[in-house]
């Protein structure tokens, strides 16, 4: 995400409902080819408002004083 790549997951990964990332299923091969298969035709417009969307959660939630302050709570 931080390179402003969309990423493309599978639901078991632990990323579900984030908007900004597109989930797979692993289980169901046709639904997850068709997928990968619908993102090839998404507007570059779409993929800037997830990238913008991804940002932010790196910004706010995916970052390492939260992670650290999270370890350290827990210890």
């Given at each position: 995400m931080e390179w402003g790549l969309i990423?493309?997951?599978s639901v078991q990964s632990?990323?579900?409902g984030?908007?900004?990332i597109r989930n797979i299923f692993i289980d169901n091969m046709e639904k997850a080819?068709?997928?990968i298969n619908n993102l090839q035709s998404v507007t570059e417009e779409?993929?800037?408002?997830?990238?913008?969307?991804?940002?932010?959660e790196l910004e706010n939630h995916f970052n390492?004083?939260?992670f650290c302050g999270q370890v350290l709570d827990e210890i």
């Amino acid at each position: 995400m931080e390179w402003g790549l969309i990423p493309v997951c599978s639901v078991q990964s632990g990323y579900e409902g984030f908007s900004g990332i597109r989930n797979i299923f692993i289980d169901n091969m046709e639904k997850a080819v068709e997928t990968i298969n619908n993102l090839q035709s998404v507007t570059e417009e779409q993929l800037k408002k997830w990238q913008q969307v991804n940002l932010a959660e790196l910004e706010n939630h995916f970052n390492c004083d939260r992670f650290c302050g999270q370890v350290l709570d827990e210890i």
